[in-house]
């Protein structure tokens, strides 16, 4: 059973567009995160989220976590080439909060 | 060192062989992660270390794939008689041990069986 769906899998976009991408569960996850997985390397953290509605920015990242701490959006304004890669969001289980649970991921790709 | 170290970075090896992967965590994380990842695909959880309570080894897809974790620090994952379908990235993270304060990786190994 996958417990993180993320949509879309795959993004091909202009750079300068906007985009979101969306992470959708029906558990419900005492925090939530994103990561960025270039190739070659391991996934990087990119925000943590822990209060349902609440919203973070980082530069053009937007990130936001559902009221029922079901789900999150990640907004990002004016790609850029840079951007390109393995979004992964992962969850924190109310009842077991040492271990969190991954995505399959959104593959973005911004073309130049 | 200041990330997560894993060595060696790269591994071919012939199928039936066995192989060990390491993997060196933040000073301080106690909890450490394995986890594998397939060509274009997420992340497939493998074994858990946290302190010193037993390994959680749910993930582990069969009896070939074992891991410790020495001191609890460096940790080792061994995979005996290496099959083609073991062929992929195995990505190793630390933390310290609440999910709100996320995983750190290391580059991961990349396991090729031929």
């Known amino acids: 059973t996958q417990l993180l769906e993320q949509s879309p899998q795959f993004l091909s976009i202009q750079e300068g567009e906007n985009l979101t991408v969306y992470c959708n569960s029906s558990s419900v996850f005492s925090s939530l995160q994103w990561y960025r997985q270039e190739p070659g390397e391991g996934p990087v953290l990119l925000v943590t989220v822990v209060t349902g509605g609440e919203v973070k920015k980082l530069k053009r990242l937007t990130f936001q976590f559902g009221d029922a701490r079901k789900d999150s959006s990640l907004h990002i304004t004016a790609a850029q080439p840079g951007d390109t890669g393995l979004y992964l969001c992962a969850g924190g289980f109310m009842n077991r909060d040492d271990k969190i649970i991954f995505g399959k991921g959104t593959r973005l790709h911004i073309l130049p | 060192g200041a990330g997560v170290s894993q060595s060696p970075s790269n591994k071919v090896t012939e199928k039936g062989k066995d192989v060990e992967l390491r993997c060196d965590p933040i000073?301080?994380?106690?909890?450490l992660y394995w986890y594998r990842q397939s060509l274009g695909q997420g992340l497939e959880f493998l074994i858990y270390?946290?302190?010193?309570?037993?390994?959680?080894k749910s993930g582990l897809p069969s009896d070939r794939f074992s891991a410790e974790r020495t001191g609890g620090s460096v940790s080792t994952l061994t995979i005996q008689r290496t099959q083609q379908e073991d062929s992929a990235v195995y990505l190793c993270?630390?933390?310290?041990?609440?999910?709100?304060?996320?995983?750190?990786f290391g580059s991961g190994t990349r396991l090729t069986v031929v």
């Open positions: 993270a630390s933390s310290l041990g609440r999910a709100g304060y996320g995983y750190t």
């Open positions: 270390f946290q302190g010193n309570s037993a390994p959680d």
């Open positions: 000073s301080g994380h106690t909890a």
